[in-house]
């Protein structure tokens, strides 16, 4: 599944507001008509949005959406997003980043520090940190094409087994009792398992998931350092 860049643009309208319309598309990305509903057709099949009369509108979570389209949305708001967290980085810290699209804003600013070693479940977020040339260890495990990261019994034994300066997270759900949860059980595994074996720990995710609850626990928000919304 492969969008071109008219089809992101619709992607990141359609995350903005719910719907789009074919009309309005046309007009604000210089397409005809026919165009964009030839579009909207392709990533109806593809399970992105359901289509209605005039245009379309959203069909799943962002969550459900593979990781490198999540990456396209609110760019703005997780860049200052990554700003905030890098309060907690310092020289020679060993951090953990779970699989997030999230916490890629985070990556291109790790080459201003001295001494930093990554350990991931993200195979989405390798290539980010070779540019940088960090040294990155990966926790082994199952791969999951639609995350792009590593889970399982591998993964979790691999985490029992380390101790990390700083652990970065996101997830899906965080409740008004601020119970944080996920809808994958692997996930949610690897993300408990990382927050009891890290020295500090930061949640970062989208208000838009406050109040919400997903069917995994993983911690309550007292368990964690700090937790920044964008």
């Not at 979570?61 to 703005?76: A, D, G, H, L, T």
């Not at 985070?106 to 540019?131: A, C, D, G, H």
């Amino acid at each position: 599944m492969k969008l071109n860049k008219r089809q992101e643009m619709i992607m990141e309208r359609l995350n903005e507001s719910g719907q789009v319309r074919v009309s309005k598309l046309s007009e604000e990305l210089y397409f005809s008509e026919m165009t964009i509903r030839r579009d909207l057709k392709y990533m109806e099949k593809e399970g992105l949005l359901k289509r209605v009369h005039g245009g379309a509108i959203e069909n799943v979570f962002i969550s459900q959406y593979p990781v490198n389209y999540r990456s396209n949305f609110n760019k703005e708001q997780k860049k200052i997003m990554a700003e905030q967290a890098l309060k907690y980085v310092k020289n020679d810290q060993i951090i953990f980043f779970n699989s997030s699209s999230t916490l890629a804003f985070i990556i291109p600013y790790l080459s201003n520090y001295r001494n930093i070693k990554i350990i991931t479940n993200s195979v989405y977020l390798v290539p980010l940190i070779e540019q940088l040339h960090i040294p990155c260890y990966l926790t082994g495990g199952k791969y999951d094409e639609i995350e792009k990261c590593l889970s399982g019994k591998q993964t979790e034994d691999f985490l029992r087994s380390v101790n990390p300066d700083l652990a970065l997270l996101s997830c899906e759900a965080l409740s008004d009792d601020g119970n944080v949860t996920d809808s994958d059980q692997n996930l949610a595994e690897i993300a408990k398992i990382v927050i009891k074996k890290s020295k500090f720990s930061v949640l970062l995710m989208d208000r838009s998931k406050i109040g919400t609850v997903c069917t995994y626990d993983i911690c309550n928000k007292e368990e964690l350092n700090d937790v920044i919304l964008f």
